[in-house]
Every structure is written in C-alpha cells, then in structure tokens.
C-alpha cells in the first residue's frame, strides 16, 4: 500500500474548509531516519470509532 498515497486521499476527503485549520494531523521527523503521523479522528469520518495503532518499520534506511 502506498501510504502516503492513501493518507492524502484521506485528508483530502476530511477537508470542509474548517476541520483542516484545527484537527489537520502533525507529521514530525523521529530519530533512526522516519517520520512520524499522529491523527485526532475527532470531526473526521472515524470519529467515534475505536482504530488500531499502525506502525511500519522498515529495515533498510532508503525504505521509510
């Protein structure tokens, strides 16, 4: 799956003008080389839902 792919068709989805200036979802670098997503389902279509953590690491440093 390409997950970048699949967030910004995600997000895009979520935008009504209003939820993206206060919910929009951080994305930070982390240490080891990576990046890091974190994503308040409060006003978007998972909101009430209970979700999974998701975590990839990948092996090789060109991966991520």
Not at 7 to 23: H, K, V
Not at 45 to 52: F, N, P, V, Y
Not at 53 to 63: C, G, K
Request: proline share 6%; net charge negative.
């Amino acid at each position: 799956m390409d997950v970048l792919g699949w967030f910004s068709r995600w997000y895009e989805a979520q935008c009504d003008g209003d939820w993206e200036r206060g919910f929009g979802p951080p994305i930070s670098t982390v240490d080891k080389p990576g990046w890091s997503l974190k994503i308040d389902p409060a006003g978007t279509d998972c909101d009430g839902r209970t979700l999974e953590r998701i975590t990839h690491n990948y092996e090789h440093e060109a991966d991520w």
